[in-house]
């Protein structure tokens, strides 16, 4: 059985020019002049700032405007009590902690993770965007909020 073609098929030996398809051309052009997609990773100064700024609207009363545990409620109810302070996330207790850890206490609050009682959820109020941002807010506080930051190499007090 012979395979007819409805084109003419070039005779072997001659050399021919293929020209290329201008729609194609045109397409490739413009995905050339296109900028890159953007990673889906969330630049970590932008998700930092998100959540300082959920912090102060939703954590600061307990937890302070600076994540050190001195928020006003903390005068006003924690010390009359003599109940459980909140943490102090300038300390660093959750930089190494999974962001999926404070994810489930933001969630779903302290109590139901062994932590103070009046820690309350925040799992029907805030999307899950923003409680990522601030988990991530919280693991990274020390490094702007600590009050006596560590030495860097090289710089550390000798004694003599």
């Given at each position: 059985?012979?395979?007819r073609?409805?084109?003419?098929?070039?005779?072997?030996g001659?050399?021919?020019?293929?020209?290329?398809?201008?729609?194609?051309?045109i397409?490739?052009?413009?995905?050339?002049?296109?900028?890159?997609?953007?990673?889906?990773?969330?630049?970590?100064e932008?998700?930092f700032?998100?959540?300082?700024?959920?912090?102060?609207?939703?954590?600061?009363?307990?937890?302070?405007?600076n994540a050190?545990?001195?928020?006003?409620?903390?005068?006003?109810?924690y010390?009359?009590?003599?109940?459980q302070?909140?943490?102090?996330?300038?300390?660093?207790?959750?930089?190494?902690?999974?962001?999926?850890?404070?994810?489930?206490?933001?969630?779903?609050?302290?109590?139901?993770?062994?932590?103070?009682?009046?820690?309350?959820?925040?799992?029907?109020?805030?999307s899950?965007?923003?409680?990522?941002?601030?988990?991530?807010?919280?693991k990274?506080?020390?490094?702007?909020?600590?009050?006596?930051?560590?030495?860097q190499?090289?710089?550390?007090?000798?004694?003599?």
């Amino acid at each position: 059985m012979e395979c007819r073609r409805s084109w003419p098929l070039p005779s072997p030996g001659k050399s021919e020019r293929v020209m290329p398809n201008p729609r194609i051309l045109i397409l490739a052009l413009l995905l050339s002049a296109t900028p890159p997609i953007a990673s889906a990773q969330p630049d970590a100064e932008a998700q930092f700032k998100r959540g300082e700024k959920l912090f102060a609207a939703y954590c600061a009363r307990c937890h302070g405007k600076n994540a050190d545990a001195e928020g006003r409620m903390v005068k006003r109810l924690y010390r009359k009590l003599k109940t459980q302070l909140p943490n102090n996330f300038t300390l660093g207790i959750y930089a190494n902690r999974p962001a999926e850890y404070l994810h489930k206490i933001i969630t779903n609050g302290g109590e139901n993770h062994s932590m103070s009682k009046y820690m309350p959820p925040f799992g029907e109020e805030l999307s899950t965007e923003n409680i990522d941002d601030l988990a991530h807010f919280i693991k990274k506080a020390p490094e702007k909020y600590a009050r006596h930051a560590a030495p860097q190499p090289g710089q550390e007090k000798s004694i003599t």
